[in-house]
C-alpha cells in the first residue's frame, strides 16, 4: 500500500464514509476506507432506525451498517483497519500516517470520521466510564437489570436511551441542566408518557459515587430553578444538593467531531472542531482535494440519512475534482 497513490481515501467507515466508498467505488475509483477505533460509526450502537428512506418497518443499525459495506465492497472498495495518526495535506499527493505503521498516499481525501459521544466532566467519570457509567444503553443497558439508572441530557439521544434502559430497569430518571427539552416532540413525547422515566429538571451531575470494583452505586446531582446549576454551583452560588442511590448512569449530551489530526493542518476547522465545507451545496473544505461528509461536517441535522446524502455528495465532489485534476494535467502535456 506504501508504494502507490490511491485516487480516494475514505477515513471513517459509518453511515457517510460507506455511502462515499459506494459511489467512489462505482466510479472504478478503487477507494480505500479506513475503518477507525468505532467501525460502522455511531449507528452500530444504536437499535433500530425508523426513519432511514425505504424501510418502513425499521432496520437495526448494525444491519444497515453491514449491508453498507457489503455494498461498497461489491464495487471494489478496500477496508483497512487503521486510523490516521497524522496528515501531511500541504504537499501532493496528500500522506498519511496510519496507526498501523503505513503510510498511504492519495490525490483526494473524504474526511467522513464522525463525532464521539461527549462526556459530562463529572467528578469519578474518568474511573467509573466502563464499571456503571456509559455512553451507550444500547452496549450496556442489559446489566443493568432491576436497576435505578440516571440519564443525563435532553436531546433524543438521552429519551432513546431512556427509552431503552427502561426495558431492564426498575425505573429511569432523565436528568436535564434546564426545564425544557431540546428533543424532537416525538422523542419527548414517548419518553413523557413512559410510566418508568421520570424527569429531574434544571438538574445536573455533579459527582458518581462507587468503586471498579463494585460499580456505581450513587451520585451527587445539583438543582438551580434557573437551570445549569452546575455553573451556578462553580461560581459560588447557592445550589440544592442531592444524593441519590443508583446503580448506573449513562450519558447522552451530545458528540463531538473526531477531527484532531486536522488540527496540525491547513484544513479549517470550527470552534467545536468540526471540518469547515465551504458555501453553498458542497463538501469541499479551504484545502483543494479534501471533503467533508457526515457528523465531522454537520453540527445541524445529524441524521443517517443526511449522513450518507453528504457521503455521496463528497464522492460526486472528489470524482469531479480528480477529472478536472486530469484534464489539467492533459491540457497542460498536450504541445500548442
Ligand atoms: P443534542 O441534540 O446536541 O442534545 C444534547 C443534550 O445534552 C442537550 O439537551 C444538552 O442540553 C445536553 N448537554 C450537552 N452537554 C451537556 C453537559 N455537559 N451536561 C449536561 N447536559 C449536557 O445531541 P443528541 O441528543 O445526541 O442528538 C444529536 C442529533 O442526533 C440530533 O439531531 C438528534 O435529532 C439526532 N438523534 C436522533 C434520534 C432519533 O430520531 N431516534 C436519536 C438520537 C439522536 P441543552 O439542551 O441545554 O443544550
Not at 471494489?76 to 503505513?102: K, M, Q, Y
Not at 450513587?218 to 444524593?243: C, I, M
Amino acid at each position: 500500500m506504501t508504494e502507490t497513490t490511491r485516487d480516494v481515501v475514505v477515513v471513517g467507515s459509518g453511515v457517510s464514509g460507506l455511502s462515499a466508498a459506494v459511489y467512489a467505488a462505482r466510479a472504478d475509483l478503487e477507494p480505500v476506507v479506513l475503518e477507525g477505533p468505532e467501525p460502522g460509526g455511531q449507528l452500530t450502537l444504536t437499535t433500530d432506525v425508523e426513519n432511514f428512506l425505504g424501510f418502513p418497518e425499521g432496520v437495526g443499525g448494525m444491519e444497515l451498517i453491514q449491508r453498507g459495506k457489503e455494498q461498497a465492497e461489491r464495487f471494489g472498495a478496500e477496508f483497512v483497519r487503521a486510523t490516521v495518526e497524522s496528515a501531511d495535506l500541504e504537499d501532493r499527493p496528500f500522506e498519511l500516517s496510519l496507526s498501523n505503521g503505513e503510510t498511504l498516499r492519495t490525490r483526494a481525501l473524504i474526511v467522513a470520521t464522525g463525532a464521539s459521544a461527549r462526556w459530562v466532566g463529572a467528578e469519578n467519570e474518568d474511573e467509573l466510564m466502563g464499571y456503571g457509567v456509559s455512553t451507550c444503553a444500547t452496549c450496556d443497558g442489559a446489566f443493568h437489570r432491576g436497576d435505578d439508572v440516571l440519564v443525563i441530557g435532553g436531546g433524543d439521544s438521552a429519551m432513546e436511551e431512556a427509552l431503552f434502559l427502561a426495558k431492564f430497569a426498575e425505573s429511569v430518571t432523565i436528568v436535564h441542566r434546564r426545564d425544557e427539552l431540546r428533543a424532537s416532540e416525538v422523542m419527548a413525547r414517548r419518553a413523557l408518557d413512559h410510566e418508568k422515566i421520570e424527569f429531574r429538571w434544571n438538574t445536573e451531575l455533579l459527582e458518581i459515587h462507587g468503586s471498579q470494583e463494585e460499580g456505581v452505586t450513587g451520585a451527587t446531582l445539583v438543582s438551580h430553578p434557573d437551570g445549569y446549576p452546575k455553573e451556578k454551583f462553580e461560581n459560588g452560588d447557592e445550589v440544592d444538593r442531592d444524593d441519590v442511590d443508583v446503580g448506573g448512569i449513562f450519558y447522552g449530551v451530545g458528540h463531538v467531531p473526531n477531527t484532531d489530526f486536522l488540527e496540525e493542518t491547513p484544513v479549517s476547522l470550527d470552534d467545536d472542531g468540526h471540518l469547515l465545507t465551504l458555501e453553498g451545496m458542497t463538501t469541499e473544505t479551504n484545502v483543494d482535494g479534501v471533503f467533508g461528509a457526515g457528523d465531522v461536517m454537520d453540527p445541524n441535522y445529524r441524521q443517517a440519512i443526511t449522513a450518507a446524502g453528504t457521503g455521496s455528495m463528497a464522492a460526486l465532489d472528489a470524482e469531479a475534482w480528480l477529472d478536472e485534476q486530469d484534464a489539467e494535467r492533459t491540457e497542460a502535456a498536450t504541445p500548442a
